[in-house]
């Protein structure tokens, strides 16, 4: 190997290198993104498989004195009567967090003030999902 192709290759694996953390950054915002957009798509999704559970738990039930607390255990927890240390479907929701509103003909149950926290940004979610359901 003669001096002249050793430069060479030593000023192109400089490049090599400069070109690689290029694209690195730019494909790690790419899968973050990415990821980003998929949890948070999860979360919200989960949510709306609660309170849609909920729902159709109020609309069958009974209004009492218990009622508006079952249903939130419902939505929580997936069951009205959740056993001691039971968790919640996602991880920082509580009851605080379920709001029904109850009249004659249908009830209303949503998710106020919970924050879905992915690793890179928080999204919070007030008065949704919501869903209304017809009381049987």
């Given amino acids: 190997m003669t001096m002249s192709s050793r430069r060479r290759t030593v000023a192109q694996g400089g490049s090599v290198m400069l070109e690689f953390a290029l694209a690195f950054m730019m494909l790690f915002g790419f899968f973050a993104g990415i990821f980003q957009f ?13 309170v849609r559970q909920g729902a159709r738990y109020a609309s069958g039930r009974p209004h009492d004195a218990a009622f508006e607390n079952t249903v939130r255990n419902q939505v929580v927890y997936g ?58």
């Avoid at 929701?93 to 924050?115: W, Y």
């Fill in 38 to 50: 998929g949890y948070t798509f999860y979360a919200y999704n989960t949510l709306v498989n609660a």
């Fill in 79 to 136: 069951s009205p009567n959740p056993p001691a240390g039971a968790k919640p479907m996602l991880n920082g929701l509580t009851t605080g967090n379920v709001a029904v509103r109850f009249t004659p003909a249908q009830v209303t149950v949503s998710i106020t003030n919970f924050q879905i926290n992915a690793v890179f940004s928080t999204v919070t979610l007030s008065d949704r999902p919501k869903i209304t359901y017809p009381v049987f």
